[in-house]
Each structure stands twice: as C-alpha cells, then as structure tokens.
C-alpha cells in the first residue's frame, strides 16, 4: 500500500459511497484525478429506526440569512 501525502492541494475530497455492506473510498484531486482507498466494511448505524436529514431545512435557511463578517446586522 502506498502512504499517503501529509497535505494536499486545495480543494481536494475526501469522498465516502455506501454501497449495500461496504463503504467504498477515495481521495478526488481538483484536477479530477482519483486515488482510491481500500474498501470497508460498513457498521450498522443505532440511529437507522430515526428519520434523520443531513439537508438543512430550507425555511430556516429562508429566515435567518446569515450574517457577513464586519455586516451588523439589522
């Protein structure tokens, strides 16, 4: 296995893909290169009986606008 850089460019990512048991992985450069990972197995989430939403509610984004650094807000 090859080691991994210590720092990288910026905007790379760090991509995880659930696919049924196993996690898949890899590493996305900007340019688009990919450095894949080693897969994992995937371990069973205790909050899988809650519905839970990694989206942001909408109308709370809608309501509170956020505020800008040196902006006092009104």
């Known amino acids: 296995m090859s080691k ?3 720092r990288y460019p910026d905007g790379t990512k760090y991509v995880v893909e659930a ?3 196993f996690v898949k992985r ?4 900007p340019n ?3 450095k894949r990972l080693s ?3 995937a371990l069973p989430c ?3 009986d809650q519905a839970i939403s990694l989206v942001p509610d909408q109308a709370d ?3 509170e606008p956020p505020i800008l650094p040196g ?4």
């Open 26 to 29: 890899y590493i996305e450069y």
């Open 71 to 74: 902006r006092i807000p009104v």
């Open 4 to 6: 991994l850089p210590t």
């Open 46 to 48: 205790a909050c899988a």
């Open 39 to 41: 897969n994992r197995k």
């Open 19 to 21: 696919h049924g048991s």
């Open 32 to 34: 688009g290169r990919r």
């Open 61 to 63: 984004a809608i309501a």
